[in-house]
T-cell receptor
Framework: DAGVTQSPTHLIKTRGQQVTLRCSPK?????VSWYQQALGQGPQFIFQ???????QRGNFPDRFSGHQFPNYSSELNVNALLLGDSALYLC?????????????FGSGTQLSVL | AQRVTQPEKLLSVFKGAPVELKCNYS??????LFWYVQYSRQRLQLLLR??SRESIKGFTADLNKGETSFHLKKPFAQEEDSAMYYC?????????????FGSGTRLSIRP
């Protein structure tokens, strides 16, 4: 089991562009959460997807959107990129109804906005 | 406001010395508290949670509701403990609930 996999590992974009990040959950997991980790900070919750719907959302603007596919994989889309969107984006997966301790993180996608 | 505060960005101790990583939280209700760890070039992973009252790799953490603290302790530090440590909380014991993280403390163990 490869665990939670994210792609790409690194990405460079310019202001105003759009970006799509991808996540495949751990085998047996069907819930996917996304976190943003700015340099020197802890991860911040963006949103969570279950049954292809956004179930919970953190304090992020509508420029941040997501999607979950029938195979439980997920995408994070960010439109109109700002310099402040530069961060490590983490995906975490968990089994439905799973307890908090069953959350597994991916290695992240490092996004740089120039 | 829901918040986790880790006052130390960096903590450096000698091998064999005691370690205490501080964590204070603000939450209206009864949160579940965690410590996550990230070793060099590895993923963020759960170290321990308050409800299990367990000791992992020699680390323990006691929830003090009066002081709203959840400090991480180890009596004798080892070099392999060097890592980034994050205190975190969630409002309910379910993966459906978002996790709020502190800003982290880098623990460096000197030989």
């Amino acid at each position: 089991d490869a665990g939670v996999t994210q792609s790409p590992t690194h990405l460079i974009k310019t202001r105003g562009q759009q970006v799509t990040l991808r996540c495949s959950p751990k085998s047996g997991h069907d819930t996917v959460s996304w976190y943003q980790q700015a340099l020197g900070q802890g991860p911040q919750f963006i949103f969570q997807y279950y049954e292809e719907e956004e179930r919970q959302r953190g304090n992020f603007p509508d420029r941040f959107s997501g999607h979950q596919f029938p195979n439980y994989s997920s995408e994070l889309n960010v439109n109109a990129l700002l310099l402040g969107d530069s961060a490590l984006y983490l995906c975490a997966s968990s089994p439905v109804g799973g307890l908090s301790e069953k959350l597994f993180f991916g290695s992240g996608t490092q996004l740089s906005v120039l | 406001a829901q918040r986790v505060t880790q006052p130390e960005k960096l903590l450096s101790v000698f091998k064999g010395a005691p370690v205490e990583l501080k964590c204070n939280y603000s939450y209206s209700g009864s949160p579940e508290l965690f410590w996550y760890v990230q070793y060099s070039r590895q993923r963020l992973q759960l170290l321990l949670r308050h409800i299990s009252r367990e000791s992992i790799k020699g680390f323990t953490a006691d929830l003090n509701k009066g002081e709203t603290s959840f400090h991480l302790k180890k009596p004798f530090a080892q070099e392999e403990d060097s890592a980034m440590y994050y205190c975190a909380l969630t409002g309910q014991r379910s993966s459906a609930s978002k996790i709020i993280f502190g800003s982290g403390t880098r623990l460096s163990i000197r030989p």
